[in-house]
């Protein structure tokens, strides 16, 4: 076969790909006319495609070529989105039905690479000195820039008593760490409580998972009878968990409004009122959060300070929101694809804009990757705050709180 007629056909099949894709986005079916863009952009792929199979130095891997493109094209769009080979899925759907012990951090994508939001305390990930933050810039060996989100999350979960290597990128760190974490079954912390000064109760929440809202609620009560008049409901580093618990925590303390609501390009708005019978208390509140307070959290905070219910305290929250879909390929592939984001009640998407609280006592340094002009690169992280800096403390927060209660009478 020439090398003409061979362009001719991987062209072709990749054009075909892109097809199955457009499909599988739900543009399948639509006439050309109101698509111009999109097939004008199918012409340039197909160009490109033909010059690195005829110019490029050495014949190329045309399915490996293919993998990135398509691997490029869908985490482009949010890092929940993913685009997973055949193989890939048939060891992702295995791993998920075998693995059982966890690292108890989580995972989410930023600067192309694995970040972590949080650490659960007591978990694998804490004892092994992993910090929120943190950047896996590789795990076992293999750069997580390369993997979609639900590979690095299987990587990471595995036989309890197995361990994983991990490479570490660190602020003020110039090189990346290698640490060994051991995994372990994972188990929520409970929720915790005490009275703190001013008559003011303390709710600590390490996770959102199912049953959560309950024992937020059991420890609310319970406060209110030892002389709670105010509450501290302290949501830093709550990254875990469902989103309808974050919906049932919000309605403990709201009697009325919008607390959230999910609405995507083909999936029609559904919103997520407070039910009146099923708020406890009225009692003033101020939510702690940091940029570790992600998903179900982030609907916690973005209710109760967009419906004036109480104050917002500490950083801008991670911004994690969206409902995925996972939709199976021909060729045994797929594509995991967000098809609905979460809003804030007056509009916002949470995964973009995230939750900014109306009282900010903010750290003073964040991972960051620099950008030149190769690209980021791995090893280079840089503080935000230069060094010296003194750093604010989860304590400093917490003061802000009991003070910005101290002024609130209803």
Known sequence: MSMKIKAAVLVSSFAVLLFVVAGSLGLGGVHASSNDGSYRQMQVYSEVLSRVQSEYVEDPNIPKVTDGALHGLVESLDANSSYLTPEAYKAYKAHKAEAKGEIGATISKRFGYAAVVSVLPGSPAEKAGIEDTDIFEAIEGRSTRDMSLPEIRSALSGAPGSTVNVSVVRARRAEPQKMSIARDVVTIPPVTDKMVEENIGYIKVDALTKGKAQEIAAKIKSLEKSGAKKFILDLRNTSQGEESEGVATANLF?????????????????????????????????????????????????????????????????????????????????????????????????????????????????????????????????????????????????????????????
Do not use: M
């Open 254 to 410: 709201l009697n009325h409004g919008t607390i959230t609501y999910l609405q995507g390009q083909k999936f029609p708005r559904e919103a997520f009122n407070a039910d009146p019978a099923k708020a406890i208390t009225t009692l003033p509140v101020a939510v702690l959060v940091n940029k570790g307070t992600a998903g179900a959290a982030e609907i916690v905070a973005a209710a109760i300070l967009e419906n004036a219910r109480g104050d917002l305290v500490g950083e801008k929250t991670f911004g994690e929101g969206s409902l995925p879909k996972t939709f199976d390929l021909p060729d045994g592939g797929a594509l995991i694809l967000s098809v609905a984001k979460y809003y804030s009640p007056s509009g916002k998407a949470i995964q973009e804009t995230a939750v900014t609280p109306n009282v900010l006592v903010a750290d003073d340094t964040d991972n960051e990757i620099v950008e030149d002009e190769d690209g980021a690169h791995e090893s280079d992280v840089k503080p935000r705050a230069p060094e010296g800096t003194p750093k604010v403390t989860p304590d400093d927060q917490l003061h802000k709180a009991i003070e910005v209660l101290k002024l609130r009478t209803s």
